[in-house]
């Protein structure tokens, strides 16, 4: 069974410019979670789609993150403006929707830079 | 509110030395903790869970974790290091919201 895919495995973009970040979760799971991890800091939550709506959202930096879930399938993460503070590593996880604190599978993380 | 700490950001241990990589949460309900590794350039990967069952949890490539309920601790052991357990590892713990919460990740490395 294929794992979580993350796609770009990495992005180097310009202040200002759009990066869209895209996550494949494993085939059934319906929550998919979207996490962060800037340089020298924890790994942080930014969001949680119960199949195509939001869950929780609360840990979404501003205005300039835009997540979607269409279809419930796979989701992307835009990123517009970027600014420099937005460098990172972007993690998305999935869980099955069975039972809450169900165990969460993390893709190989999107490393983004921004110039 | 829960939280995890993690102690020392790096350690180093000779191979087939004794591995600890020490944990401590704060948890108003029963947690649920994650020990989680990540291999250079490869994603974070589930090494064990503590679900309030057992407290000696087995986990994947020889590790294993504690609960202990009186020190508020959820250490992780092996007890022979091997070159390829050099990762980043992270204690975590799952909220009933399910957000994870995580530790700001120790840093394993393993001297020949």
């Known amino acids: 069974e294929a794992g979580v895919t993350q796609f770009p495995s990495h992005s180097v973009i310009e202040k200002g410019q759009t990066v869209t970040l895209r996550c494949d979760p494993i085939s059934g799971h319906d929550n998919l979670y979207w996490y962060r991890r800037v340089m020298g800091k924890e790994i942080k939550f930014l969001l949680h789609?119960?199949?195509?709506?939001?869950?929780?959202e609360s840990g979404m930096p501003n205005n300039r993150f835009l997540a979607e879930r269409t279809g419930g399938t796979y989701s992307t993460l835009k990123v517009q403006p970027a600014e420099l503070e937005d460098s990172g590593v972007y993690f998305c996880?999935?869980?099955?929707?069975?039972?809450?604190?169900?165990?969460?599978?993390f893709g190989p993380g999107t490393r983004l830079l921004v110039l | 509110a829960q939280s995890v700490t993690q102690l020392g950001s790096h350690v180093s241990v000779s191979e087939g030395a004794l591995v600890l990589l020490r944990c401590n949460y704060s948890?108003?309900?029963?947690?649920?903790l994650f020990w989680y590794v990540q291999y250079p350039n490869q994603g974070l990967q589930l090494l064990l869970k503590y679900t309030s069952a057992a407290t000696l949890v087995k986990g994947i490539n020889g590790f294993e974790a504690e609960f202990k309920k009186s020190e508020t601790s959820f250490h992780l052991t092996k007890p022979s290091a091997h070159m390829s357990d050099a990762a980043e590892y992270f204690c975590?713990?799952?909220?009933?919201?399910?957000?994870?919460?995580f530790g700001k990740g120790t840093r394993l490395h393993i001297l020949p």
């Open positions: 996880a999935s869980s099955q929707d069975a039972v809450r604190r169900e165990t969460q599978y």
């Open positions: 975590a713990v799952i909220r009933r919201d399910d957000k994870i919460i």
């Open positions: 789609f119960v199949k195509e709506s939001k869950q929780d």
């Open positions: 948890s108003s309900v029963p947690p649920y």
